[in-house]
């Protein structure tokens, strides 16, 4: 089912793929960029981690905080050069799914295929793939996974969902500076 604007997230407790504990309530009085990738190997998703990455600090200077989630076993991102070094953001393998279904992230063939029409979309492939991304292949992973954002504010109520339209179609950047408060 997915998740509506203007109602509560949904707690949860995870370990990121350093073994320290995430639990998502505790991170109240923060603003949160929750997002959920495909696998260790999309080179979309990647790209989109990287460029997430570099703002890192600037979003911290404004009291938000990203946590991101793969499909892939946390022992498969952790053995990832590309990986670690986004570290210390939090990443969360979760390879069964469980928070991706609470959230309402879904799988769609029809979707995952239609990426292939949109303008920009062998830029962005290639772009990712020049990352320093995994050798070792998520035998597991689901072709077909749709990312998802959330926006989540102080108070620990969604402010924005963008459920994808496509495996590479995540919110904007620059939606998510509005939300922290930058002037775009």
């Known amino acids: 089912m997915k998740l509506l604007v203007n109602t509560p997230a949904i707690d949860f407790s995870v370990k990121d793929i350093y073994g320290n504990p995430i ?3 505790d991170f109240k009085g923060k603003k949160i960029h929750l997002g959920f990738f495909r696998n260790v190997n999309c080179p ?5 981690v990287h460029q997430l990455s570099k703002l890192k600090d600037a979003f911290e200077s404004k009291n938000l905080k990203m ?3 793969f499909e892939s ?8 050069i ?9 990443l969360v ?3 069964k799914k469980e928070i991706y279904a609470r959230y309402g992230v879904e799988a769609s063939m029809m979707k995952m295929m239609s ?4 303008p920009g979309t062998m830029r962005d ?3 990712g793939s020049a990352l320093n991304l995994p050798k070792e292949k998520d035998k597991d992973a689901t072709q077909s996974l749709i990312p998802a954002d959330f926006l989540i504010d102080e108070q620990f109520i969604i402010r924005k969902v963008h459920y994808g339209k496509n495996i590479n179609d995540h919110i904007a950047i620059d939606e998510i500076k509005r939300f922290a408060g930058f002037a775009v």
């Open 73 to 80: 076993d946390p022992k498969i991102l952790y053995k990832s």
């Open 93 to 95: 393998g979760d390879p």
């Open 125 to 127: 492939m290639k772009a």
């Open 82 to 90: 590309f990986h670690r070094e986004i570290s210390p953001i939090p």
């Open 67 to 69: 946590i991101y989630f």
């Open 23 to 25: 639990k998502l309530s």
């Open 44 to 48: 979309f998703c990647n790209l989109r």
């Open 115 to 118: 990426t292939f029409l949109v």
